[in-house]
């Protein structure tokens, strides 16, 4: 849908740092039904009511299609937009702009001579999120000297050590990086940036309890590879996040789709760049999400240069919510 709505022009503006409710509202419900005798008995009108943070001073422009039909229309001053169709059942889409999620719908049943009111809930498809703790492991074969940079896509928020546009320092096969004279177990960053629900695989993952957190994540940290110091490092940082939760998603991010979050760039190239991100958000009910597929994780390869990251981070439950059409 996006992609064939890309091909019409879109003159809107929008207020971005939109204040979204704490409970999700479904994105669309049938406010009224009237039947008007003045349309034809093979008329019938759907209007739809945008609710949203729009900027009243401009014009807000739809996208929409109706049976797979490609329309565009602006909003009127209530913020609706009128399409007439023939009685019977049509599935719509609607499309703001990239800011805000898309609305798919169901069919849409209408009678001959009716004209259905719908409100439709636009969201902000952006939600800020903290990664957190990334750390950056190094195994050369032999000593060498490397220069590490990384581009998030947010904000930097941390680093350790002093990160001044890049690490440079010695890398000792053992894992040590020696920098400015001082020993460093790994490299530590963190950043501010926001997500969309995109990222996430609404039919993937694992519903994991409290209780079983610790063993949950040894499990698919062995399935990865990880040695006993990463591992150590990564249950100990993501652990009590889990632990404190009846329920958690949790769902993994794994190597060049970890672009998404950050780059590194690593002089001299490693042969291997792995690198591991948990997103997870507290559940109130381990049915609510439907059967999930468990991800696949492949094994790591240690030969030649190795790099290893692992980070994360604790998204809004929202996100699953909406992914999932809860």
Known sequence: MKSILALFLLHIAFISNSIQSPEYVPQIMLKSSVKNTKLQSNEAVYVFEFIGDFNKNSEIVIMYSIDNVNGTQKLDAKNQLSIKSTPGSHIFQFYYNHQYEEVYT?????????VNTYEVQLYNANYPIQVEKPVIYLYPEKEITFKLSVKPKGTLAFTYPTYNEFWKGIALPNGDILINKEMYNYLFWEADQTITSEIINSREGSIVSGADATSFLSNQLNSFGLNSKEKADFITFWGPKLTKNEFNYVCFVMNEDADYFGELNITPRPDNVYRLYILTCPIKDPNQTGPLQA???KP????GFTVIEWGGSEI???MIEKNMNL
Do not use: F, V
Not at 106 to 114: N, T, V
């Open 300 to 303: 790591i390869s240690r030969n």
């Open 106 to 114: 169901d069919s849409l049943a209408i009678k001959p001579h009716h």
């Open 295 to 297: 991800q696949e994780i």
């Open 316 to 318: 809004d439950p929202q």
